[in-house]
């Protein structure tokens, strides 16, 4: 059952947090996998779950923050020093590195809590109602958010 859950659900969590995390690959998969890891543990105190979608996209939102306060900064320079080398996007095509980077810029261009209804409703393609439940807030809340996500990336690329 578990297996099942992880193969229907890994690559949207990976996305998500891919995207949450600017792009950086190595910690969207950590992320991914520290979601898992606590939703099995969670699943393994028989405790239930009534909407996976939801509570994955919970545990991994609650991941990426918990790893946002513990991130602190670390020099490239000092890194390489290190013998540390810079990974490359293998596997990604010069078109999706730019399409990547172009969603990243719309995103950040957009400040919480529209930024994360945006990306869930549009990039991760999950209902509002969903989104409520992860968030857990109002769907009313919630597509207020979406809507008004919306309307600051068309003022944005209006004013560029």
Same mark, same amino acid.
């Given at each position: =059952?578990?297996?099942?859950?992880?193969?229907?659900?890994?690559?949207?969590?990976?996305? &998500?947090?891919?995207?949450?995390?600017?792009? $950086?690959?190595?910690?969207?998969?950590?992320?991914?996998?520290?979601?898992?890891? /606590?939703?099995?543990?969670?699943? *393994?105190?028989?405790?239930?779950?009534? $909407? =996976?979608? +939801?509570?994955?996209?919970?545990?991994?939102?609650?991941?990426?923050? #918990?790893? =946002?306060?513990? /991130?602190?900064?670390?020099?490239? #320079?000092?890194? %390489?020093?290190?013998?540390?080398?810079?990974?490359?996007?293998?596997? %990604?095509?010069?078109?999706?590195?730019?399409?990547?980077?172009?969603?990243? #810029?719309?995103?950040?261009?957009?400040?919480?809590?529209?930024?994360? +209804?945006?990306?869930?409703?549009?990039?991760?393609?999950?209902?509002? /109602? $969903?989104?409520?439940? %992860?968030?857990?807030?109002?769907?009313?809340?919630?597509?207020?958010?979406? &809507? *008004?996500?919306?309307?600051?990336?068309?003022?944005?690329?209006?004013?560029?």
């Amino acid at each position: =059952m578990f297996l099942e859950i992880y193969e229907l659900y890994n690559d949207a969590i990976f996305r &998500h947090c891919f995207f949450r995390v600017n792009c $950086n690959r190595e910690r969207a998969e950590d992320l991914t996998q520290e979601t898992f890891i /606590k939703t099995w543990d969670y699943l *393994r105190k028989g405790k239930e779950i009534d $909407n =996976m979608q +939801a509570f994955l996209y919970r545990v991994a939102n609650n991941c990426i923050i #918990d790893s =946002m306060r513990k /991130k602190t900064p670390v020099s490239l #320079d000092a890194l %390489m020093e290190k013998g540390f080398d810079a990974p490359n996007t293998t596997g %990604m095509t010069t078109e999706d590195t730019i399409e990547i980077s172009r969603i990243r #810029d719309i995103l950040e261009n957009i400040e919480e809590p529209y930024r994360t +209804a945006v990306a869930l409703r549009y990039i991760d393609d999950i209902s509002p /109602k $969903n989104i409520a439940l %992860m968030l857990n807030e109002s769907e009313d809340t919630v597509s207020v958010r979406i &809507h *008004r996500g919306v309307q600051k990336i068309k003022k944005f690329y209006e004013q560029s």
